[in-house]
């Protein structure tokens, strides 16, 4: 008998046991017992029970489900941040929440204090019924056997201790199909800021990503001084390799071990949550989007997610037996990590601090998704267009 069945029965004769005499409880008991096969004691413990369900949770009602407008206030923080998890959120709430109020309303104090010191493995718990699941997507490196002999494969990361050393990746918006012409991202990632910044390009030509990684560089707080990329023909050609060397300081210009994935891990854990999650998995198949989605990449959504979403770096990882035992670093936003930079000058520290002071987390949300919007909604024109041809 299955543990429903078992349920159900205890709740047939549940309320029967507790209105009989002592002779009738007997037999009910040694029924019980052979069909279920309890042992007696624990038997008697579950007839006597009023509710075969779950045991009512002792003690005083958790202070977040009691408070009016904790919930609110939380998922709208959450939804502003695009769903982070919950480590992560923690250390978004103390940036966000000062901005709150002049986007909905100042929150009462009980609440705020309740944001500031409601745990992780709490706001999993309050959070884990409104989660989403999304799928995955293709893979569209395809290896650049041209100049492999002429960049040399990158030995390690552990020796990085100050910013201006990127990781490079592209992600193809191509819907279901790798066929044809569509955008690109392009994806620079720097492995001790985690610096992230992202530009579409078209059909990923040598040419315009040589065009993109320059914009990008003039947007970065800090100097270029290596750049790292795993074996596709977009990188490794001959035009982005003149322009890391034609320079009175040549960027040091690696690649990773052909079908590593892991050696260019600080930006494919990027892929995700600066492309996918900003614009899906759809099919952007019109070059006239490639400068909207630029103008979106370059303003709105770095800044949001380099001065306002923390990410978390690994510190250590130990193998313990057949297991791995990961420590990770507080999340702090790259923001932070290149104020806190001894590596960085005081200048670019300057201009930094004064851009951030004007920027609101909340505006810049309701920036991006009006931005977003138009796009989306050129993208089913388009599809539309296409499908009916």
């Known amino acids: 008998m299955g543990t429903s069945a078992k349920r159900a029965y205890l709740d047939a004769i549940g309320v029967r046991y507790r209105r009989s005499g002592q002779s009738a409880k007997g037999r009910i008991l040694d029924e019980f017992c052979s069909v279920c096969g ?103 490196t395809k290896p650049g056997t041209m100049l492999r002999s002429q960049i040399a494969i990158r030995s390690g990361t552990l020796d990085i201790s100050k910013p201006g050393f990127v990781e490079a ?64 023909s977009e990188f490794l050609n001959h035009h982005l390799l003149k322009y890391f060397a034609e320079r009175d300081r040549p960027v040091h210009f690696t690649r990773s071990r052909p079908y590593r994935k892991n050696d260019n891990a600080h930006v494919e854990q990027k892929n995700w949550a600066h492309a996918r999650h900003l614009l899906g998995y759809h099919r952007i198949s019109d070059p006239a989007l490639v400068a909207p989605i630029n103008e979106l990449y370059a303003h709105e959504w770095s800044l949001l997610q380099n001065h306002f979403c923390p990410n978390t770096k690994l510190l250590s990882k130990t193998r313990i037996r057949t297991r791995y035992r990961k420590t990770y670093a507080p999340p702090v936003t790259p923001y932070q990590r290149v104020m806190d930079c001894p590596h960085v000058s005081a200048a670019a520290k300057k201009r930094l601090k004064q851009l951030h002071q004007q920027l609101n987390p909340f505006q810049l949300k309701v920036a991006k998704e009006r931005k977003l919007k138009a796009i989306f909604r050129h993208v089913r024109v388009t599809t539309n267009v296409r499908q009916r041809i």
């Open 169 to 232: 990746d592209t992600v193809a918006h191509c819907g279901t199909s790798l066929a044809g012409d569509f955008v690109w991202s392009l994806i620079l990632t720097d492995i001790h800021t985690a610096w992230t910044e992202s530009r579409a390009v078209w059909n990923k030509g040598s040419t315009d990503v040589v065009t993109q990684t320059r914009n990008i560089e003039q947007c970065l707080p800090f100097q270029l001084l290596g750049f790292d990329c795993d074996n596709g």
């Open 38 to 140: 309890y042992n007696r004691k624990y038997a008697i413990r579950l007839l006597n029970r009023r509710s075969s369900g779950p045991k009512r949770r002792r003690g005083r009602r958790s202070p977040y489900a009691t408070e009016p407008g904790f919930m609110d206030a939380l998922q709208r923080i959450w939804a502003a941040t695009d769903f982070m998890c919950s480590s992560r959120l923690k250390a978004s709430i103390p940036l966000w929440l000062p901005f709150y109020s002049e986007s909905f309303g100042p929150p009462p104090p009980r609440v705020c204090s309740l944001l500031l010191t409601v745990s992780r493995a709490t706001l999993d718990r309050l959070l884990g019924p409104l989660r989403q699941r999304y799928g995955r997507g293709r893979c569209g």
